[in-house]
């Protein structure tokens, strides 16, 4: 079967085929007739291979082309041969009347066959059309040259054209893995940013339990029920998040929203941190891809001062602008263990790619009696 026919098209570019496969039969009928007409036919119902007949027969053959192409060449050359042969003299034209049967099969891996059966048809017509030679030379030449010329022609875009189909292909292809890496990531973070921060807060909890466990019982049983809950919003966040790439792999659920934020810091201040959250500005117009990406942001960065900073405090500001949206997260803690060099983990670097991808910015480093998160995303730019 040919390469042509192999492909799943969408209905609206089959339809398209079908159309031009109607055009070029009707095309085909309408000037194999007419040359002959103009050639010298008399009628074109009589003689032993009347006209009419045969040009309706290669129209139709058309139809099938993309489904059978050699079989549709072969049978052309046939009906082609059955023309010329009773009539020494008929008018000429072996190749171009069946132009699009060899354009077909010339978009087929068999095109060494295709060019091998044109070769030998050039060949029989240039023996055929001897009788010219006395008559008219340069007329003889005319035609075996411009028929060579055109079978070569034919055969040539024949190929750039299945060359173009495999371009496609492989273009498509290529977006195909791109989105999937895409979505990957995209999972990836947000996996991460859950997982994350739950640790982080179950961590401080059950640190908080432990010592306390002798001293103050109800401290530590306190401390376990809200690291209980803590993880109970994640596993269920979780399992959205595969519940919905199983039903539709282009969603990566959950997706928090502006108004998630205050459960956000109350979750950091229930582990001992004094968290504050000023919000500035109308929320209401910001996207719900910005909206995720402030909430992952303040998320990533209240897990990294529980985990790293030894910090007491922190300052979460979300401004809402006309045309963005800034976060801020400051601590009072020292980044990282022992005050080390930042070191950007898959955290930040998580961060810094969900800003980016809307265009905006991030910056995390040492300030001033602390440690600080900033990022700006324009909203123009994040619309779903």
Known sequence: ?????????????????????????????????????????????????????????????????????????????????????????????????????????????????????????????????????DRNMTHYLIHTVGEALLLAFIIGAGLLYAASLRWRDRLRETDGRVRAAEERLRVAQEVHDTVAHTLAVVGVHLNVAADTLEGVPAEAAAALRLAQDVRNRAMADLAALIDVLRTSPTGTAPQPDLASLGALVADARATGLDVTLDERGDPSA??????????????????????????????????????????????????????????????????????????????AGPVPGGFAVKACLPLADSSP
């Not at 996207?287 to 300052?315: D, F, I, M, W």
């Open 286 to 363: 910001v996207p719900a891809t910005c909206a995720v990406a402030v909430y992952r942001v303040v998320q990533e960065a209240l897990s990294n001062t529980l985990k790293h900073s030894g910090a007491t405090t922190a300052e979460v500001t979300v401004a809402y602008q006309p045309d963005s949206v800034s976060v801020e997260v400051v601590d009072n803690g020292h980044g990282t263990p022992g005050g080390a060099g930042i070191r950007e983990g898959h955290g930040l670097a998580g961060m810094r790619e969900r800003v980016s991808a809307l265009g905006g910015t991030l910056t």
């Open 1 to 133: 079967m040919s390469a042509l026919s192999q492909r799943r098209e969408p209905a609206s570019v089959r339809h398209s085929a079908k159309v031009i496969d109607g055009a070029l039969a009707v095309l085909t009928a309408v000037i194999f007739v007419a040359v002959a007409l103009a050639a010298g036919v008399r009628s074109p119902w009589d003689g032993p291979v009347p006209v009419i007949p045969l040009a309706l027969f290669l129209g139709a053959l058309l139809f099938v082309r993309r489904r059978w192409p050699m079989t549709v060449l072969l049978l052309s050359i046939a009906a082609i041969f059955a023309y010329h042969l009773p009539a020494p003299q008929s008018p000429p034209g072996w190749i171009w009347p069946i132009w699009a049967a060899y354009f077909t099969a010339a978009a087929t891996p068999r095109v060494r066959w295709v060019a091998a059966i044109g070769v030998a048809q050039l060949v029989y017509s240039a023996v055929d059309f001897r009788w010219v030679i």
